[in-house]
């Protein structure tokens, strides 16, 4: 069962969509092009599925984002910052906490 019964609409916006390239990049230069792949398209899938569970995110370690409703959920090494209005989630940033966690307080 979903949030409130209706399927939200998604929209990745673009800091996120370059967020998702220089994972794929990273992933690229450290393994192989499957395994960026793999990797990129693992952390869309679970975005979408934000669509039917759009509060499955925790609250983020910052406040001023946690008073404007954002969430962030976690996938595997990746911090996904989001937050719905209305029908639609939006999604921010897409950071590797271990190395672009400052990403997350712009």
Partial sequence: MNDGLIRSDMKILPQAWRDLLEIGFACSRQGTKLEAGTVTCGIVRKLKAL???SMQGKKTPLRRLNEQKYLMLLID???CVYRK???TVYIYHITELQRDYPKLIK
């Fill in 77 to 79: 090494k990746y911090a």
């Fill in 51 to 53: 669509q039917d569970f």
């Fill in 85 to 87: 209005i209305e029908n």
